[in-house]
């Protein structure tokens, strides 16, 4: 099993930049891919971005392209998330998640974190 805690979250300005991490603990962190989803209050949970297990490939939501760039090290079992040139639309609860199967851009993931507010600005 793989236990996950985001933090980072907080209150930013447009244009402003945070970023993200996801700390696991458990066996076996560097079997799993690891992706960030969002949800707006009201909305559907979205994927935002995702990096495979072996950290060789990054996956990016449309909306974010460009913008947030995602990494691992598997040393320390952390998954980071930078964001940069946030916008009001970014504002969001941000959960990390953790699967072995290949999912990469659903919302199947096998393990979620607890989340971590964004608020951004405007």
């Known amino acids: 099993q793989v236990q996950l805690v985001e933090s980072g979250g907080g209150l930013v300005q447009a244009g402003g930049s945070l970023r993200l991490s996801c700390a696991a603990s458990g066996r076996a962190f560097s079997s799993y891919d690891i992706g960030w989803f969002r949800q707006a209050p009201g909305k559907e949970r979205e994927f935002v971005a995702a990096i495979s297990r072996s950290g060789t490939r990054t996956y990016y939501a449309d909306s974010v392209e460009g913008r947030f760039t995602i990494s691992r090290d598997d040393a320390v079992k952390t998954v980071y998330l930078q964001m940069n040139s946030l916008k009001p639309e970014d504002t969001a609860v941000y959960y990390c998640?953790?699967?072995?199967?290949?999912?990469?851009?659903?919302?199947?993931?096998?393990?979620w974190g607890q989340g971590t507010q964004v608020t951004v600005s405007s």
């Open positions: 998640a953790a699967d072995g199967s290949g999912i990469i851009y659903t919302t199947g993931y096998e393990y």
